[in-house]
């Protein structure tokens, strides 16, 4: 009787972990998506002379969602293990970076305010840095899936300043 009660209340909570997985997955993926889908034309970028080492759009589009699902993951991580709570500040400074993350595309894309997305991603480099560094201390396989985010982070902010000088 124990052990079947055991039993159910451990399939609660995988169904609850599982369940809280899917939504911090789903809601940054679900953000970008859209900006994407919104934003993502880009025939203004399409048509710039740009050097060999810009990623196509495609790509771009692709490993901004494979950013999001990244640090999607390891807020999710950092969550479960209770880094959120507390005098921490890792949760405003993922919700800063989500914010930032996903600003790039109407700037870049629409806009064509080159600077400003310049600006926007050196804040976000900066907001990624510290997310790493809190994510550190709560979940070591977090840390990592920070750092590919970060990659990705540097080369649009490298993008988003030669864009300026084309």
Not at 85 to 108: K, N
Request: hydrophobic share 55%; with cysteine.
């Amino acid at each position: 009787m124990a052990s079947q009660s055991l039993h159910e209340t451990k399939k609660s909570q995988a169904k609850r972990a599982l369940r809280s997985l899917a939504i911090g997955i789903a809601v940054p993926l679900t953000f970008t998506l859209t900006i994407i889908i919104l934003f993502g034309s880009g025939r203004k970028y399409h048509r710039l002379a740009k050097p060999f080492w810009f990623a196509p759009l495609w790509f771009i589009h692709l490993a901004t969602l494979g950013s999001s699902f990244f640090m999607g993951l390891a807020a999710w991580l950092v969550w479960a293990d209770g880094g959120f709570q507390g005098e921490t500040d890792a949760l405003s400074l993922y919700v800063a970076h989500v914010s930032l993350s996903i600003v790039w595309h109407p700037l870049v894309l629409i806009m064509s305010a080159y600077w400003l997305a310049s600006i926007s991603c050196i804040l976000n480099f900066g907001t990624l840095f510290l997310c790493y560094l809190r994510f550190r201390k709560v979940n070591p396989f977090a840390k990592d899936l920070a750092k590919p985010c970060l990659v990705w982070t540097a080369y649009l902010t490298l993008v988003s300043f030669k864009l300026m000088f084309l």
